[in-house]
């Protein structure tokens, strides 16, 4: 088992940052990789960032490439998401994800377990 917490979201103006923490405890040898995926209010969860726990490659949905920054730092076992330029459209939970198995991390069916999620609210 792997638990999961985030951290670090709240208001923030438009064009403003915040920087997203996820920390892992319990097993987490097992993890492969590790994602961000988001839901706004009436809308399906999405995927927007994933990194692998030991090689480190990221890759990004193209509405927070170039924005948003995705990180790891194994000795805390805990993975970041920094947030730039933010949009009102950003607006929604953040949820924090880890797959043990091998796979390109880009859908949330490929992850076993989730945090709690925490709130992003961008003001326009």
């Known amino acids: 088992q792997v638990n999961l917490v985030e951290s670090g979201g709240g208001l923030v103006q438009a064009g403003g940052s915040l920087r997203l923490s996820c920390a892992a405890s319990?097993?987490?040898?097992?993890?492969?990789?590790m994602g961000w995926f988001r839901q706004a209010p009436g809308k399906e969860r999405e995927f927007a960032a994933t990194i692998s726990w030991t090689s480190g490659n990221t890759y990004y949905a193209e509405s927070v490439k170039g924005r948003f920054t995705i990180s790891r730092d194994s000795a805390k076992n805990t993975v970041y998401l920094q947030m730039n330029s933010l949009k009102p459209d950003d607006t929604a939970a953040y949820y924090c994800?880890?797959?043990?198995?091998?796979?390109?991390?880009?859908?949330?069916?490929?992850?076993?377990?989730w945090g709690q999620g925490t709130q992003v609210t961008v003001s326009s």
């Open positions: 994800a880890a797959a043990k198995d091998y796979g390109l991390g880009l859908h949330d069916m490929e992850y076993d377990y």
């Open positions: 319990g097993r987490t040898f097992s993890i492969y990789r």
